[in-house]
């Protein structure tokens, strides 16, 4: 794991774009643009990271940012994607618990998650093991693209 470079980019748009266009998980239209994409996860107010597999590619990739600004911005937010080719493989809980240790570096006192979707049980199992835990659930507040609305759940770790 290493911090994200510019020339990463290309990369990770390819790991990301199905992830989005799939509309399962992220807060985005499914048809977000390549520049709104990147600058919806580039943060200039924290830190970008990707996993690297043997051969060099991206397989993971997660951004760490203040959750509130002023009296808040000891909080961090952060949002994680696992290449479909990698998922499976334990990959999400070591990012996860990477990123805390470098939100902790930062600065950071918690970490809080505003929108894990329910129905992603991959990512929740994940997010708990990595200490995360569910401080509440709003009802109905993801749809999917099926047409059905889903619960999503607020999780939280003191750091």
Sequence with gaps: MREQQEHD?????????????????????RDVSEADAKRYWITSDGYN??????SGEIVGAYYLRPDQ???????????YVIAKAARGRGLATPLCLQSQDRARAMGFRAMKFNLVVAANAAAIRAWKKAGMDIIGTTPNAFLLPDGHFV?????YKAL
Aim: hydrophobic residues 45%; contains cysteine; aromatic residues 10%.
């Design 9 to 29: 980019w290309p990369a990770l748009w390819c790991v990301l774009a199905p992830v989005f266009r799939a509309g399962e998980t992220y807060p985005l239209p």
């Design 49 to 54: 990271g990707v996993a690297i597999d043997g």
């Design 69 to 79: 600004g002023g009296p808040g911005a000891h909080v961090c937010n952060a949002g």
């Design 151 to 155: 619960d999503a759940h607020i999780m």
